[in-house]
């Protein structure tokens, strides 16, 4: 390949949502499903703000966000600022480039091993004293 010729990655999904207040867009249902894609993974998007009249796209970002319930993903707050997204008025245009699950990318990192999947996936687990002393910290 030159560097003239661009790689060609084709997007899993292509969809419109209008971000809430909070910049929640939602990835929809049936793509969630075709990929398994579930509360706590990851997803790779490319979004683009779209001029009204047009339909192109005028500014563009690419975010990794968690998926929360329902499927949806937050756009933070400053990347809507300096895209000029006005929530719940713009619709934009999302591109689900990838999608990531904790235990894939994090499983040699979680040092309560034994608490793996509960550590990735709920971010919390209750311990006792004995669990603690294995990592040798002292009381």
């Known amino acids: 390949m030159t560097t003239n010729e661009a790689k060609i990655i084709e997007p899993l999904a292509k969809f419109h ?9 939602t990835i ?3 793509t969630r499903k075709l990929y398994n894609i579930e509360e706590g993974d990851y997803a790779e998007l490319l979004i683009r703000k779209l001029d009204l ?11 990794i966000a968690k998926v929360g ?11 809507s600022k300096k895209m000029g997204i006005q929530l719940k008025q713009d619709i934009i245009e999302a591109l689900l480039l990838n999608f ?9 990192k979680v040092i309560f091993s034994k608490y793996q999947n509960q550590l990735l ?9 004995a669990d603690e002393k294995i990592i ?4």
């Open 17 to 25: 949502a209008q971000p809430t207040t909070k910049g929640r867009i």
């Open 100 to 108: 990531f699950k904790p235990e894939d990318i994090l499983t040699d």
């Open 69 to 79: 319930v329902n499927g949806r993903v937050v756009i933070p707050s400053e990347l």
């Open 136 to 139: 040798g910290f002292q009381l």
């Open 53 to 63: 009249q047009t339909k192109k796209p005028t500014k563009r970002a690419v975010l």
């Open 28 to 30: 929809p249902q049936e």
């Open 121 to 129: 996936r709920r971010e919390y687990v209750l311990i006792s004293e």
